[in-house]
């Protein structure tokens, strides 16, 4: 059983058409790992999407993409030296998509002069361990009569022995 731990995963990358898809198979990977099945596929088209517009539209292709999950949402962001990636329409598609596929999402400066571009998901009820455990349920038995007052059983080997016989055997 995995415990209440958050987990964290932090991976750089060149981004390149090539390395797209080796990265979504990569953070999938740690997904099922972590037991979020569910969450993969909104996940990894998420960062598919943004690692498609850094490939296509920044000069600077390294990207840093990080992951971590406390139990109840996931976040994932993706990271960048440079602000070279502006706003353009297809930028502004792709962000959209990532806001249509997440609970939340933002961009954000770092202090390097960076820009980090993230969004979460959360665990939907019913996935996963239940967070109240519950009782265990009774077991059906088969309910059996208490053995009662019966007649003792004659055996055929009764009728062989004599009166005689029992008391020589006291």
């Known amino acids: 059983m995995k415990t209440a731990v958050p987990c964290y995963y932090h991976l750089d990358v060149r ?27 909104p996940v990894c088209q998420g960062a598919e999407l943004l690692l498609r517009a850094i490939d296509e539209h920044a000069t600077d292709k390294n990207t840093s993409i990080e992951m971590w999950w406390n139990h109840q949402h996931l976040i994932t962001a993706i990271g960048r030296a440079d602000r070279t990636l502006r706003p353009d329409p297809d930028l502004r ?53 208490v053995p009662r007052a019966q007649p003792v059983p004659v055996f055929a080997t009764a009728s062989l022995l004599t009166p005689d016989d029992l008391g020589e055997a006291r």
């Not at 090539?18 to 969450?39: K, N, P, S």
């Open 15 to 41: 981004v390149s058409p090539e390395r797209v898809g080796q990265v979504r198979r990569i953070l999938a990977a740690h997904l099922r790992f972590w037991d979020l099945d569910t969450l993969v596929e």
């Open 93 to 145: 598609t792709c962000l959209a998509l990532i806001a249509a596929l997440s609970d939340g999402w933002g961009c954000c400066a770092t202090a390097t002069g960076g820009m980090v571009i993230w969004f979460s998901q959360r665990a939907r009820a019913g996935e996963g361990v239940p967070l109240v455990p519950t009782a265990p349920e009774p077991q059906a038995r088969e309910a059996r009569d």
